[in-house]
């Protein structure tokens, strides 16, 4: 397999280009430490962005939520559809508003997505969503009934037209603006975990495991 995707029409960043990332490796990082993705689709002429739980497996994402769901139905028909995926890493205050600016690192993602029917993938799914949010967490909870499963629609998107753009670095003034009595810098962004709250009809004899307490990202 290519070390990096294959740059297409509508994959191509054209807007600070130099900001471009078709690595594979690169793009599979970003997605994999994304808990939401937005899936944009068009429906009867109206466009939607819903957000949503993901997971890569693979050289795929799958996506999954209420089998009512319009964006799942649409999907599953073979609707085109286009995945974001963004991480904020800092905000960037330069000495004039233009040129504030954010550290990010983003992927878009396109195809067509097709529905999962197939039992061990669908449950194969919904094992790589409960990993990806608390690894080990799959094998203590209860695992998903016939009756779950079948409320549940999974549809997977192939990684083929994918592109990344990352911004990184610090402030990016005018030269005439560097000598402003105006502080400039980074203010970094990250996601933290706050201490757990234990749900009021957990046994209280039951410990809190090591994932829950000392989550990380």
Partial sequence: ???????????RVVREANRAVYDREAIYKIL??????HVGFSAEGQPFVIPTMFARVGDAIYFHGSA????LRGAANGLPVC????LMDGLVLARSV??????????????????I??????????????EKLIPGR???????????????????????????????????DDAADYALSVWA?????RLVADATIRDERCDAAIPTPAYASNFRR
């Fill in 138 to 172: 799959w094998e203590v909870a209860r695992q998903p009934n016939e009756q779950e499963l079948k409320a549940t629609s999974i549809l997977k998107l192939p990684l083929r037209e994918v592109s990344a753009k990352v911004r990184t670095g610090g402030v990016e």
């Fill in 32 to 37: 994999d430490e994304g808990f939401v993705c």
């Fill in 83 to 86: 995945i974001t995926v963004t």
């Fill in 117 to 130: 029917s197939e039992p061990a993938e669908k449950l194969a799914a919904l094992r790589a969503f409960t």
């Fill in 1 to 11: 397999m290519p070390d990096s995707f294959a740059v297409s029409d509508r994959t």
């Fill in 98 to 115: 233009f040129n504030h600016s954010m550290n990010y690192r983003s992927v878009v993602a396109l195809g067509t997505a097709t529905l």
């Fill in 185 to 189: 810098g980074i203010i970094p962004l």
């Fill in 68 to 71: 009512a769901s319009r964006m």
